[in-house]
């Protein structure tokens, strides 16, 4: 049911009328380098909020779609002379849209289970983990896997969930020699329970340097799928959550895994800046939150001392290096293991189409993003692909899956941590 927009919902003035048309972003733009249509552009889908705003066109199915197909990759925001803030102007789109459109009846349903009756609930996220790992490990899982068409390439995006989650807890991981930091670590939805193993990795790399690593149960998803969905409500309730989770464990900076996690934390503070019981509050934690590369590089980091002898290639997740502009700091994480050959692929900051949900609904578009960054990596020859976004882990294994190449796909910190380890059995022999 279609829900009656407040005034404030919609794209700001102020953020609306910065842009200046002057076209740099479209060569940037994921979806105007596809399709070539000015209205698959960050300036085009701007003149259409424009004529929304101004009423000179309402927000109608010939309007919406093209909104729907933007990533959100904010790879527009880097270019801009203007400063436009795209990222907040399509979050406010998004919300507009989801007030005032019914949309089909599964797809609302849907999203609704998403974002209201499960990402907010921990304890139903692993629920449904479980069962989920129980089915895939039945024929079902296999049979469907290799249905032509829609059905089976859906069933092949699931990631292999591991045999084991990775869960908060009360008691903070302790390093092992002396403690140069209290950090807390965000836990979020997807990572600990598709990538388990990595939120493993990410806890002895972190105490490994020197850090008490905080898990608070209390916390809850960063609330990022939410908000770029149009459920901006949700997301506030879930930001504040996160907010008493994190700051009453009395953490030094909160340390984050998840590239779009930590370009949404960052931004708490706008998103709660008319909240006078949590404006303040929402500000102090942003300025806590570090992607965990960003944190590593500027330790300065232990040198591993274990040899990785590899071929690696890096892809550049949208929202570290676009919406939180860093880039060196996973190379330079990359760089101090002995024996890692880093090799850049072709336009490596360049879309994988995951963009949270946007590999399910807008398949098409995902599907020919991913076959180019499929591409990308293929020709660097390397061995490993490493990223910085569970999103993004699981969309390049799925494209190199369909390759049959055999090119291992992980997080930077997978590789720090297997060569700590390494380093580790060397001197204790």
């Known amino acids: 049911m279609a829900v009656a927009a407040p005034q404030h919902v919609g794209p700001r003035d102020e953020d609306l009328y910065k842009c200046v048309h002057c076209g740099l972003c479209l060569n940037v733009c ?51 002379p203007s400063g436009v803030p795209f990222g907040r102007l399509m979050e406010a789109t998004r919300t507009q849209i989801r007030h005032r459109r019914k949309g089909p009846l599964a797809r609302r349903f849907l999203l609704w289970l998403g974002f209201r009756q499960l990402l907010p609930h921990p304890r139903r996220l692993y629920l449904l983990g479980r069962l989920l790992r129980l089915y ?10 290799r249905l032509p068409g829609a059905a089976g390439e859906l069933q092949q995006q ?19 020699g002396e403690v140069a930091a209290r950090v807390g670590l965000l836990s979020g939805c997807i990572m600990p329970l598709a990538q388990a193993p ?20 209390g916390q809850l998803c960063c609330g990022a799928l939410n908000l770029h969905g149009g459920d901006r409500d949700q997301a506030q309730r ?27 934390m960052k931004e708490y503070g706008e998103l709660l800046a008319d909240d006078p019981a949590y404006a303040e509050r929402a500000h102090r934690l942003s300025a806590m939150v570090v992607d965990i590369t960003e944190y590593l590089a500027a330790l300065p980091l232990k040198p591993p001392t274990g040899t990785l002898s590899m071929r690696v290639t890096y892809q550049d997740a949208c929202h570290l290096a676009h919406a939180q502009r860093i880039t060196a700091a ?49 020709n660097t020859g390397a061995e490993v692909v490493a990223t910085a976004n569970p999103g993004c882990m699981v969309q390049l294994e799925t494209g190199l899956k369909r390759t049959e190449r055999d090119v291992r796909v992980c997080h930077v910190v997978d590789l720090l941590d297997e060569a700590y380890r390494l380093g580790d059995e060397a001197a204790s022999l």
Do not use: W
Not at 136 to 142: F, I
């Open 30 to 80: 994921p979806t105007y380098l596809e399709t070539g249509l000015e209205t698959e552009s960050p300036r085009g889908r701007i003149a259409l909020m424009k004529a929304v705003r101004e009423e000179r066109v309402g927000l109608t199915d010939r309007v919406i779609p093209h909104m729907e197909l933007c990533l959100q990759c904010r790879a527009c925001e880097v270019v801009c």
């Open 136 to 145: 895939q490990h039945t024929p079902v899982d296999r049979i469907l896997r």
């Open 158 to 176: 699931l990631p292999a969930l591991p045999g084991r989650f990775f869960k908060p807890r009360a008691e903070p991981f302790e390093p092992a």
């Open 198 to 217: 990595t939120m493993e990795a990410a806890v002895r790399v972190l105490t490994h340097n020197g850090c008490r690593v905080v898990v608070p149960p």
């Open 238 to 264: 879930m930001a504040r959550r996160n907010i008493d989770a994190f700051l009453n464990a009395g953490i030094d900076a909160l340390v984050v895994a998840s590239a779009g996690c930590g370009s949404t």
């Open 330 to 378: 996973p190379r330079l994480v990359l760089q101090s293991i002995p024996g890692l050959e880093l090799v850049e692929m072709e336009d490596p900051s360049r879309c994988c189409g995951a963009a949270g949900l946007y590999s399910t609904l807008q398949r098409r578009m995902s599907k020919r993003l991913l076959e180019s960054k499929v591409s990308s990596v293929v």
